[in-house]
Every structure is written in structure tokens, then in C-alpha cells.
């Protein structure tokens, strides 16, 4: 008897060692991936475990790009948050973020979050905006599938139009981007664990009246982002259409760059997911600019379409792009 105990606990001992043995010769998880520098004091817990935030290369640009508020009733002002790549063509698929910035409560009030747009649906969460303090916002991305995000292109994309009312239309507009904490802006990719690096995030000014600002002459509904001032597209651009999905009519918004040639022709037409046209909404020369046109979701011949899947096919000398919507009656 004492035999057979002394060979159980002997059996015993050998399994555990091993267990043990096994355990310290096993490579340690680790998400840091190679080439990439862990950014020191920076960490967050997911799953249970504590894992490394790491920093890519990979940079980004955040702008404000006003809409044509004049159209607008009851001195509400419009304007819309873009995102591109500063990495050239292959770009970057987007995970969480706070685009965080601010603006002066006494010129404008009841900030709204009006249109979502590229990255909000699907594998995101539904986009929000809120007010961490009085003239502070920040406009929340959270991506709940990771791997899966938007890809951001090196053409501004937008992300959300937010409308504000206007308490004194004689004053300017100022946003400022938040880049120091609290509550800085960040973007992360969409692995949830590497942090882009920001590239320009300018201040932006608006102005109703003819005036001077930091030396740049704004003419009515010009802006001015830092250095430079916007009062025409720098390129050629169709955005995505909002609302989306749809009914009865959705916007479309798209710029005309100043070129030699002056009046460029464009082309904007509706297909269906077989490949047939069903409505040209646009098919003329039009001068520089930022254009929006609704469409109400009809074809050609004033009929009524049925719900599904359209496509937009925007064409110019230097642009040719096509962009899904989806009507829902």
C-alpha cells in the first residue's frame, strides 16, 4: 500500500513539473508587431490582459468644410468634418476615434449631429456627439468589429455634418481642433491597438460679412482653414450622399475645381444594380465650386423608385468615381 502511494505521488510530481516546464518555454502573447515602436506609458486593458497602444507612421489630415448655409432658414449654420490619408494612395482602414474641437457658445448654439456619413453602420456603433464642456465637442467613433473598419483614401472623405443655430450671424465662426489634453483628438486603426499620428488639424474661420482675418480677404460664405484660404475646391470630389440609406430624397455634394479650360463639364448619373440608368441629374458645364444637388429618389420619366441598391457615377476631365446608395421605401 505505502508502495502504490509513494508511485501516485511521484506520477504527480512528473505532471506537474512538466506543466511547468511547458509553461516557461511557451512564447508570450504580445500585440506589438514588428517594426512598430510602443508609445511608453500608454496602455489599455482588453480581454483581460493589458496590451501595448502602438504608434504607426501612418498620418491623417482633419478639416471643417462649410456648407451653403445661405439656403439655410432660421440662422442655422452647417458645416461638415472630413478625413484623408497623408500616406499616399493605400491609405488606411479607420478604427475608434474622438475628433475633438471647440467653438465660441456665444456665436453659435444647439450643436446636432445632422448626417452620418462613412463611418457610422455596419461594424461601427452609431456615431455620437457630445459635449464634454461648454464649447468643447467631440464627435465619437467606436468600430465594434476590428479588422473591418472604412478605408480612408487620400481624398478628403467626410464623416459627419453637424448644424449649429447661429446667435449672431455679424460675427465669426471659429473651430479649433483640440490637440492636448484634456480630451485631445485621436484616431486609432482599426486593429483597436495601433494610434495614428496626426498631420494638419487647422483651426477654421467663417464669415458672412466681407472682412479681414489674419490678413486673408473673406468674401460672403468664404473660409479660411490656418494658412490657407478655401474659397474654391482645390480638386475634383464626389461625396457620399446623406442621408444614406434614403427616403424619399438624399443630398448629393461634389466640387469643381478652378481650371484653365473655366466651366468644366460634368456628368452625375443614377444607376440601378443592373447597370441601367435611371436619372441623369447632372450633364452640363459647371463653373468652380461647391455644389450640392437633392435627389428624390425618381427617374427619369417622374416614376417613383423601388427600394434597393443605386449607384452614382460622378464623371469629369480628371475624375471619374461611383458611390452605393441605398433607397428604402
Not at 99 to 119: C, G, I, K, S, W
Given at each position: 500500500m505505502k508502495k502504490r502511494f509513494a508511485t501516485l505521488v511521484l506520477v504527480a510530481v512528473i505532471a506537474l513539473w512538466s506543466n511547468v516546464t511547458a509553461q516557461k518555454s511557451s512564447p508570450s502573447e504580445s500585440p506589438v508587431g514588428t517594426g512598430k515602436e510602443k508609445i511608453s506609458g500608454d496602455e489599455k486593458i482588453g480581454g483581460g490582459k493589458i496590451q501595448s497602444i502602438i504608434e504607426t507612421t501612418n498620418t491623417y489630415d482633419l478639416r471643417f468644410l462649410a456648407g451653403e448655409n445661405e439656403a439655410i432658414a432660421d440662422g442655422a449654420f452647417e458645416v461638415t468634418v472630413q478625413v484623408r490619408t497623408t500616406t499616399g494612395s493605400a491609405g488606411f482602414k479607420m478604427g475608434t476615434g474622438n475628433?475633438?474641437?471647440?467653438?465660441?457658445?456665444?456665436?453659435?448654439?444647439?450643436?446636432?449631429?445632422?448626417?452620418?456619413?462613412?463611418?457610422n453602420g455596419m461594424f461601427y456603433r452609431e456615431m455620437s456627439l457630445t459635449e464634454p464642456t461648454k464649447g468643447r465637442l467631440s464627435l465619437n467613433v467606436e468600430l465594434l468589429a476590428p479588422g473591418y473598419g472604412s478605408e480612408v483614401s487620400k481624398d478628403f472623405m467626410d464623416v459627419a455634418t453637424l448644424r449649429f443655430s447661429?446667435?449672431?450671424s455679424l460675427k465669426t465662426i471659429v473651430f479649433s481642433w483640440r490637440k492636448a489634453a484634456p480630451n485631445a483628438t485621436v484616431l486609432f486603426l482599426d486593429d483597436e491597438l495601433t494610434l495614428l499620428s496626426s498631420g494638419r488639424l487647422p483651426d477654421f474661420k467663417h464669415s458672412q460679412q466681407p472682412e479681414t482675418l489674419d490678413g486673408n480677404d473673406l468674401a460672403k460664405n468664404g473660409l479660411t482653414t490656418g494658412e490657407e484660404t478655401l474659397l474654391l475646391p482645390t480638386e475634383f470630389a464626389i461625396h457620399q450622399n446623406y442621408p444614406n440609406p434614403f427616403n424619399p430624397e438624399t443630398t448629393i455634394r461634389f466640387d469643381v475645381p478652378e481650371t484653365r479650360?473655366?466651366?468644366?463639364?460634368?456628368?452625375?448619373?443614377?444607376?440601378?444594380?443592373?447597370?441601367?440608368?435611371?436619372?441623369?441629374?447632372?450633364?452640363?458645364?459647371?463653373?468652380?465650386?461647391?455644389?450640392?444637388?437633392?435627389?428624390?429618389?425618381?427617374?427619369?420619366?417622374?416614376?417613383?423608385?423601388?427600394?434597393?441598391?443605386?449607384?452614382m457615377r460622378f464623371q469629369s476631365a480628371k475624375l471619374v468615381k461611383t458611390r452605393k446608395m441605398l433607397l428604402v421605401r
Open positions: 475628433m475633438v474641437f471647440e467653438y465660441d457658445p456665444e456665436v453659435l448654439t444647439e450643436p446636432l449631429l445632422f448626417a452620418r456619413h462613412n463611418f447661429r446667435v449672431d479650360a473655366g466651366a468644366e463639364r460634368i456628368s452625375l448619373i443614377i444607376y440601378n444594380s443592373l447597370g441601367q440608368k435611371v436619372r441623369v441629374l447632372v450633364n452640363t458645364a459647371m463653373e468652380a465650386g461647391f455644389h450640392k444637388i437633392v435627389w428624390d429618389g425618381r427617374n427619369d420619366h417622374g416614376n417613383q423608385l423601388a427600394s434597393g441598391v443605386y449607384f
